[in-house]
Nanobody, 131 residues
């Protein structure tokens, strides 16, 4: 049984930093794409936007809105996933979710990530940035 358990998040002032974690267990595919999504207040699940991805070769990609500020990493293959978020802005306020799917990450990058392609999700963690 695949499980993704998230931790981290919270409230911070503009310019601050937070780190999210996502412990993955039970995922057995040798090729995979791990991702962070976020769902802004008032948005539906289908409107979750991709933030960052990392694949089985540890190749990373970022949405334009977070490039240079956020960093995705993994402790080891298919283990704990992290999202280091620096220089946070109020527009980063959202519920953040980790997700994983078999095979490659979409080549177009997180700005075009289809959340419905990911079958396994964490429970979500709130990030609130005040100005």
């Amino acid at each position: 049984q695949v499980q993704l358990v998230q931790s981290g998040g919270g409230s911070v002032q503009s310019g601050g930093s937070l780190r999210l974690s996502c412990k993955v267990s039970g995922f057995t595919y040798s090729t995979y794409c791990m991702a962070w999504f976020r769902q802004a207040p008032g948005k539906e699940r289908e409107e979750r936007e991709g933030v960052a991805t990392i694949d089985y070769f540890a190749r990373t990609m970022y949405a334009n809105s977070v490039k240079g500020r956020f960093a995705i990493s993994q402790e080891s293959a298919k283990s704990t996933l992290f999202l280091q978020m620096n220089t946070l802005q109020p527009e980063d306020t959202a519920m953040y979710y980790c997700a994983v799917k078999p095979f490659d990450c979409p080549s177009r990058g997180p700005d075009f990530l289809d959340s419905t392609a990911f079958g396994y999700w964490g429970q979500g963690t709130q990030v609130t940035v005040s100005s």
